[in-house]
């Protein structure tokens, strides 16, 4: 999977998580970046991004994912990357 074809669907998945279709992403976007990005939608977050790329993050893995980019390299980690 393509880093683009991550963030595609990273961009989806926090649109509607946070229901805002506005949300812009980046590898450094963090929490503090997102209004209402806190602990407890953090684990909305991380289901919703399990589920949309067929992964399983370890709850020390979600736990410390310090931006997006860490968590887009974990996705591509575990579906493996194209290009």
């Known amino acids: 999977m393509t880093k683009e074809e991550v963030y595609s669907g990273l ?6 998580v946070f229901d805002d279709e506005y949300i812009t992403i980046t590898d450094a976007t963090t929490a503090d970046d997102i209004e209402d990005w ?4 953090h684990i909305t977050l991380v289901v ?3 589920k949309k790329f067929g992964v ?4 020390g893995e ?3 994912f310090q ?5 887009a390299d974990a996705i591509r980690k575990q579906v493996g990357p194209r290009a």
Not at 11 to 16: A, M, Q, S
Not at 38 to 41: A, K, N, T
Not at 56 to 59: E, G, L, M, P, W
Not at 67 to 71: D, T
């Open 56 to 59: 399983k993050f370890s709850v």
């Open 48 to 50: 919703a991004v399990e």
């Open 38 to 41: 806190d602990s407890l939608m």
């Open 67 to 71: 931006n997006v980019g860490e968590m």
């Open 11 to 16: 961009h989806e998945v926090f649109r509607d």
């Open 62 to 64: 979600a736990n410390h």
